[in-house]
Protein backbone atom coordinates (compact mmCIF):
# COMPACT_ATOMS: atom_id res chain seq x y z
CA UNK A 1 0.00 0.00 0.00
CA UNK A 2 2.37 2.48 1.08
CA UNK A 3 4.68 1.60 -2.06
CA UNK A 4 2.05 2.37 -4.25
CA UNK A 5 1.82 5.72 -2.98
CA UNK A 6 5.10 6.16 -3.18
CA UNK A 7 4.71 4.81 -6.78
CA UNK A 8 2.36 7.58 -7.66
CA UNK A 9 3.22 9.96 -6.11
CA UNK A 10 7.07 9.79 -8.15
CA UNK A 11 5.44 9.39 -11.23
CA UNK A 12 3.10 12.27 -11.12
CA UNK A 13 6.08 14.37 -9.80
CA UNK A 14 7.83 13.45 -13.12
CA UNK A 15 5.15 13.89 -15.11
CA UNK A 16 4.27 17.52 -13.58
CA UNK A 17 8.49 17.78 -14.41
CA UNK A 18 7.75 16.75 -17.90
CA UNK A 19 4.84 19.46 -18.80
CA UNK A 20 6.81 22.13 -16.67
CA UNK A 21 9.71 21.73 -19.22
CA UNK A 22 7.23 21.88 -21.97
CA UNK A 23 6.18 25.72 -20.69
CA UNK A 24 7.78 28.40 -23.09
CA UNK A 25 8.40 31.75 -21.16
CA UNK A 26 8.35 35.20 -22.72
CA UNK A 27 11.25 36.71 -23.61
CA UNK A 28 11.31 40.18 -21.30
CA UNK A 29 11.37 42.18 -24.64
CA UNK A 30 7.96 40.21 -25.62
CA UNK A 31 7.08 41.22 -22.17
CA UNK A 32 7.62 44.57 -23.18
CA UNK A 33 6.09 44.58 -26.31
CA UNK A 34 2.86 43.18 -25.21
CA UNK A 35 2.73 45.38 -21.78
CA UNK A 36 3.19 48.73 -24.13
CA UNK A 37 0.32 47.60 -25.99
CA UNK A 38 -2.08 47.09 -23.78
CA UNK A 39 -1.45 50.72 -22.01
CA UNK A 40 -2.33 51.98 -25.62
CA UNK A 41 -4.95 50.18 -26.25
CA UNK A 42 -6.54 50.78 -22.92
CA UNK A 43 -5.55 54.49 -23.51
CA UNK A 44 -7.26 54.98 -26.68
CA UNK A 45 -10.36 52.93 -25.55
CA UNK A 46 -10.73 55.44 -22.63
CA UNK A 47 -10.36 58.13 -25.12
CA UNK A 48 -13.08 56.75 -27.27
CA UNK A 49 -15.53 56.01 -24.43
CA UNK A 50 -15.04 59.82 -23.06
CA UNK A 51 -15.46 61.52 -26.48
CA UNK A 52 -18.66 59.42 -26.39
CA UNK A 53 -19.59 60.43 -23.14
CA UNK A 54 -19.39 63.93 -24.14
CA UNK A 55 -21.28 63.58 -27.08
CA UNK A 56 -24.06 62.04 -25.69
CA UNK A 57 -23.56 64.46 -22.70
CA UNK A 58 -23.60 67.98 -25.29
CA UNK A 59 -26.60 66.29 -27.01
CA UNK A 60 -28.59 65.39 -24.34
CA UNK A 61 -27.74 68.69 -22.96
CA UNK A 62 -29.48 70.52 -26.11
CA UNK A 63 -32.28 67.84 -25.97
CA UNK A 64 -33.29 68.39 -22.45
CA UNK A 65 -33.35 72.38 -23.11
Do not use: W
Request: glycine content about 10%.
Amino acid sequence: MQNEKTSFFKSFLGGLRTEYNKIIFPTRQDVVKQSAAVIIASFLIGGLIAALDLVMKTGLGYILK
